[in-house]
Nanobody, 127 residues
Framework: QVQLVESGGGLVQAGGSLRLSCAASGRTSTSVRVGWFRQAPGKERDFVASISWTGVSTYYADSMNGRFTISRDNAQKMVYLQMNSLKSEDTAVYYC????????????????????WGQGTQVTVSS
């Protein structure tokens, strides 16, 4: 079992930045991949980015256009999502998720690929 807790969401003006944090606990072995997803009101949950637990590999949704960066701190069992140049369309609940599937990150971009989820953190970007 892996437990995940997100933090760092809030209200920010368009063009601003936020850093989301995901604290992991439990069986966080080196095979664990961690991803960020987001869900806007009335829309499906979309993949944002993922990272191997070792941090060697990362993968991003094309729509992020280099504005978001995923990283990790193994010692602290934390995964971060740095979000820059935020736009109103980035407004959503952001979720941290983990999986122990041993697959390339590029294939782990659907919510059904992940077995463990945090409760989500709200990000609101005002225009």
């Amino acid at each position: 079992q892996v437990q995940l807790v997100e933090s760092g969401g809030g209200l920010v003006q368009a063009g601003g930045s936020l850093r989301l944090s995901c604290a992991a606990s439990g069986r966080t072995s080196t095979s664990v991949r961690v991803g960020w997803f987001r869900q806007a009101p009335g829309k499906e949950r979309d993949f944002v980015a993922s990272i191997s637990w070792t941090g060697v590999s990362t993968y991003y949704a094309d729509s992020m256009n280099g504005r978001f960066t995923i990283s990790r701190d193994n010692a602290q069992k934390m995964v971060y999502l740095q979000m820059n140049s935020l736009k109103s369309e980035d407004t959503a609940v952001y979720y941290c998720a983990a999986t122990q599937r041993v697959q390339p990150l590029s294939t782990l971009k659907h919510d059904y690929d992940y077995d463990y989820w945090g409760q989500g953190t709200q990000v609101t970007v005002s225009s």
